[in-house]
């Protein structure tokens, strides 16, 4: 690229070289001759990205300024950075990059166009703009022209932080400046901070506007019927959302607005652990040439991906253009949510594989955003932990969690959507005793609520929950929907159920100013005299 071209493009950064919107082969083809990279036999690349493979959620800050001071919810997942020590920490990052050459991406986050926000992307390595690439949303040429972003993100994983001068918590920064509308990466070469970070970028600045920024999966039926999936990572919200009888929207990220959702997204990050054509042949077509690899092991005599290896990490992904994914909605636009599914992975086992919630009950779900965090997923998860996160995202939902609740409560009541909370997680014991649902069975009974399989069906209610539970669903055992039917001890069960109830009810102490229409969907303890 020539100094004409850089200032065109309206570069404002000192460096080496400049590569601009490289196409996808020449992203590639540098990627294997320079950063050691290699294809799979199946035309993806793959790269190793070392020390860390999942999200730094210890080492990623909001800069502390007058304009978003007063509106962040400030926690241990949204920790403030001094503004002394961004300008430390940008000014690292500028002289960084003065000696390297860089690749830059120009596009867009949003499906929306009334919506959706240019983005600059400066990264390090080719194999991080070739995943910017496929993750965001690319610009027609035209678009280009006079292109000015609105955020950029430095993304240099060489550099690393020096914690007691900069303000961090290690060598690893992800920092968020919405005065200056920049994201500085450094110390880390997992790809997920890059769109976890923009995204969470869209996730303070959309309700502003009206729109519900939503941490969920999307599809949509031949009517054009939306579902909604939502979930943290390894709930199931990319393997449920690909289904060969609908489109996929988007696998990730959305926002809801008067008109419909649309995907924030222009690719899917999936995790690839345990993968197989079998269960989800969407996801394995998916990955070919064009596709990223993240720490999944290469046999180095034929290429093949072995996807049941997990010597570098449990949370191994993929990241592809949703075009890969041949039932998919290239536009990323839909019509107005008709079902939304909370997706949960309970170790404890005790949850029902799929309960239907009131508006109340689905308010006071998305706020506590229950499951346990599977290994892998962040730094130092080695088996299933138990956890709440707000919107079923709070480390990418910087809002009081009111604020995301209150717009999605006021979308049900409007356009009168059914709501579906369905575990993915363990069944006839907890983790260790019991085990996972089996995959058949939940897609069953996701399709069911979907098609209106359950609309009509008998219900009854869980006493602990007060979780309305269908007696019946096509395709799936009804000695399965019913937790104790399955269990080794209903005392041990409803020990356990207590327990939860009881983990509900203190994580729910957090939030102040709720409305009591929301707490009634808060469990209750059993009496010790039920319990047999």
Avoid at 331 to 347: E, M, R, W
Wanted: charged share 25%.
């Amino acid at each position: 690229m020539n100094r004409q071209d850089i200032s065109e493009v309206s570069m404002k950064v000192q460096c080496k070289k400049i590569h601009y919107n490289l196409p996808i082969e020449q992203l590639i083809n540098i990627a294997i001759e320079k950063e050691g990279c290699i294809v799979a036999n199946n035309g993806a690349l793959c790269v190793n990205t070392g020390k860390y493979t999942g999200r730094s959620p210890n080492d990623r800050f909001i800069v502390d300024t007058p304009t978003v001071h007063e509106h962040i919810n400030w926690n241990k997942a949204n920790m403030p950075m001094t503004i002394e020590n961004f300008n430390r920490l940008f000014s690292k990052v500028l002289d960084y990059i003065k000696s390297k050459e860089v690749f830059v991406f120009d596009g867009f986050v949003g499906a929306d166009k009334e919506y959706r926000m240019p983005i600059r992307v400066i990264n390090e390595f080719a194999f991080q703009n070739l995943f910017s690439q496929q993750m965001f949303r690319k610009a027609k040429e035209e678009e280009l022209e006079n292109f000015r972003p609105e955020f950029t993100v430095y993304a240099v994983p060489g550099l690393q932080a020096n914690p007691e001068i900069d303000g961090t918590n290690s060598e690893v920064f992800i920092v968020l400046n919405f005065e200056k509308k920049i994201v500085l990466i450094g110390g880390t070469k997992y790809c997920g901070e890059i769109k976890k970070s923009i995204f969470t970028v869209m996730n303070y600045l959309l309700p502003f506007k009206g729109v519900l920024p939503m941490h969920c999966s999307a599809n949509m039926g031949e009517n054009g019927d939306v579902t909604l999936f939502f979930g943290l990572s390894g709930t199931g919200k990319t393997t449920l959302s690909a289904d060969d009888d609908r489109k996929l929207i988007g696998d990730d990220e959305h926002g809801w607005t008067d008109n419909g959702v649309f995907n924030f997204e222009g690719g899917c990050y999936a995790k690839c652990i345990k993968l197989s054509k079998e269960h989800e042949p969407q996801i394995w077509e998916a990955i070919r040439e064009g596709a990223l690899l993240e720490n999944v092991v290469i046999d180095e005599a034929t290429g093949e991906p072995d996807y049941d290896d997990d010597r570098y990490t449990e949370n191994t992904r993929a990241a592809f253009p949703i075009e890969h994914i041949e039932n998919s909605v290239p536009g990323g636009i839909g019509g107005i949510p008709k079902t939304i599914i909370f997706l949960t992975a309970d170790a404890t086992g005790v949850l029902p594989p799929i309960a239907r919630l009131t508006k109340e009950q689905a308010m006071y779900h998305f706020m506590s955003g229950y499951t346990s965090k599977l290994a892998g997923t962040e730094r130092g998860i080695v088996e299933p932990m138990a956890t709440f996160s707000t919107c079923f995202g709070a480390p990418f939902m910087l809002l009081r969690p009111q604020v995301y609740a209150q717009l999605l409560g006021e979308k049900i009541d409007k356009y009168n959507v059914k709501v579906f909370l369905v575990n993915t997680g363990w069944a006839s014991g907890s983790y260790g005793i019991g085990s996972r649902m089996k995959l058949k069975y939940t897609r069953a009974m996701v399709r069911a609520a979907v098609n209106g399989d359950l609309d009509n069906v008998e219900y009854m209610t869980d006493p602990i929950f007060h979780l309305e539970i269908p007696k019946e669903c096509p395709n799936v055992p009804s000695l399965v929907l019913n937790p104790p039917n399955i269990w080794y001890s209903l005392d041990e069960y409803y020990r356990k159920a207590n327990s939860l109830a009881e983990s509900f009810r203190s994580n729910f102490r957090q939030f102040k100013d709720v409305p009591e229409s929301i707490l009634i969907g808060e469990p209750e303890k059993m009496l010790e005299e039920y319990i047999i």
